[in-house]
């Protein structure tokens, strides 16, 4: 059974700081690798998508690199602003069906 | 552009009643999800389905059941609620082509049971 753990399970940094996420998954042999965003009684949001063969993926301030031999993603937000404040979730999938984290909650202080 | 629509967002049942969640798609994807959601833990897949008129079991089926009997409708109904199904559900889609199998998910459903 997979099993995604993130650490920490919090974080709190000023405005401008660059955020680093980790995501640890148990199982190698997985199909992607997702990271979401979640605001505060809201649903997820896709941020990025990494295939198996890739290593990382980026979407302007976001990078998330994947390493499947150790079992992690690290998801990069450069620069950070308050409006990045939410929770962070990772999902792997061996295909469609995908194993969550219980997230990192993120708060940027201004 | 409607996405994943959920209904309703929040409910409170007492235990044994019963209710149906209903989840409703505009983006003719094939797949969709129910998962729920519990402090301090990921989200957990409960059924899913990857077409009109099949469903399958996924991590935490027991005391769910679901019908797709519209590709874009996917609906979890509860039959004898019971505290333990106190969480937060979310309805989630995607596409069957897997390199663009991002999972689009709605609002979500807020349930209590007393």
């Known amino acids: 059974k997979q099993e995604v753990t993130q650490i920490p399970a919090a974080l709190s940094v000023p405005e401008g700081e660059n955020l680093v996420l980790n995501c640890s998954f148990t199982?190698?042999?997985?199909?992607?690798l997702q990271w979401f965003r979640q605001d505060p009684g809201k649903g997820l949001t896709s941020l990025l998508l990494i295939q198996s063969s890739q290593r990382e993926q980026t979407s302007g301030r976001l990078n998330a690199s994947l390493d499947k031999s150790s079992g992690r993603s690290t998801l990069y937000i450069a620069a950070s602003q308050p409006g990045d404040s939410a929770t962070y979730l990772c999902?792997?999938?061996?295909?469609?069906?995908?194993?969550f984290g219980a997230g990192t909650t993120v708060t940027v202080r201004a | 552009n409607a996405g994943v629509t959920q209904t309703p967002k929040f409910r409170v049942l007492k235990t044994g009643q019963s209710m149906t969640l209903l989840c409703a798609q505009d983006?003719?994807?094939?797949?969709m999800y129910w998962y729920r959601q519990d402090p301090g833990m990921g989200l957990r897949l409960i059924h899913y389905?990857?077409?009109?008129?099949?469903?399958a079991k996924g991590e935490v089926p027991d005391g769910y059941n679901v019908s797709r009997l519209k590709k874009q409708n996917f609906l979890l109904g509860l039959e004898s609620a019971a505290p333990s199904q106190t969480s937060v559900y979310f309805c989630?889609?995607?596409?069957?082509?897997?390199?663009?199998?991002?999972?689009?998910f709605g609002a979500g459903t807020r349930l209590s049971v007393l």
């Open positions: 999902a792997v999938g061996p295909d469609y069906k995908l194993s």
């Open positions: 983006m003719n994807h094939e797949y």
């Open positions: 389905s990857v077409g009109e008129g099949t469903t």
């Open positions: 989630a889609s995607s596409s069957w082509d897997s390199t663009k199998n991002i999972q689009y």
């Open positions: 199982d190698s042999a997985i199909y992607n």
